[in-house]
């Protein structure tokens, strides 16, 4: 005698579903794998409360493979199921070595974007804002001057999915290309991979190469980037210019 399979029950309710309730002409083969694989999702999904840690949520961020596009609102998105760690013992750790609020809020913020990255998905600065209650420009905030801080780029969706004002990580990316960062290492510490670094370096290279030749507004028209970034780079080839003249001088 053959041992029932695991999930027969549910599988045999959702065959019944699809035939009595949605009409599903498909033969019983195509019946079988669809809810085998409703089964399945549904499992990748869910977690039971009683395996979380303390302080974990389960919070659903979009994957950071997907590829967003002018049309594509979020509900057609691919989303991932994370573990956040909202309470840590590192936060009591903080508060009792005298940091203040803001601060271990900042640290915070940090860990959390970095654990759903870990996880394959990346949190806006809204869903963050959601799960610590506060504003969105509250969290902004924290991740520029968390940034700023420890000369990181935290991967939250602005930066990782080009979205937004998020402009900042393309011109450390660069700037850490001017000091002869090995690409692998710049990946590394922007959360990017190398071929969008590469890209981001190709891009700035073709601005260098227009720059004093047509106006910034042209520039970009020419390389469709928009005028604000074409900027940021302008201001790099400026700093980088000027720092070669100060040590031409001092030689």
């Keep these: 005698m053959t041992a029932p399979t695991a999930g027969k029950g549910i599988e045999s309710a959702i065959k019944h579903l699809l ?52 049309a594509k609102t979020l509900a057609k998105m691919r989303v991932v199921p994370v573990l956040l760690s909202v309470i840590h013992d590192d936060d009591k750790f903080m508060v009792a070595k005298g940091y203040s609020h803001n601060e271990v809020r900042r640290y915070k913020v940090a860990r959390i974007l970095n654990e759903a990255y870990s996880q394959n998905g990346v949190l806006s600065q809204y869903d963050v804002a959601e799960i610590l209650g506060v504003s969105a420009s509250t969290i902004g905030k924290d991740i520029q001057k968390y940034q700023d801080e420890n000369a990181v780029i935290l991967p939250y969706r602005g930066t990782i999915h080009d979205i937004g004002p998020s402009l900042t990580h393309k011109k450390v990316i660069v700037s850490l290309f001017l000091k002869n960062v090995p690409t692998p290492d710049i990946a590394r510490k922007t959360c990017h991979t190398e071929e969008a670094c590469d890209r981001y370096i190709k891009a700035f290279k073709k601005v260098k190469m227009l720059y004093g030749r047509i106006p910034p507004l042209e520039i970009a028209q020419t390389t469709t980037m928009s005028e604000r970034l074409v900027n940021e780079y302008i201001a790099l080839i400026e700093e980088e210019k000027n720092l070669t003249e100060e040590v031409n001088d001092f030689s």
């Design 19 to 70: 035939i009595d309730e949605y009409k599903f002409l498909g033969g019983e083969r195509v019946q079988e794998m669809l809810a085998k694989d409703m089964i399945h999702l549904f499992r990748q999904y869910t977690r039971d409360p009683w395996n979380l840690e303390v302080g974990q949520i389960l919070w659903f961020a979009v994957d950071k493979n997907e590829k967003p596009g002018p």
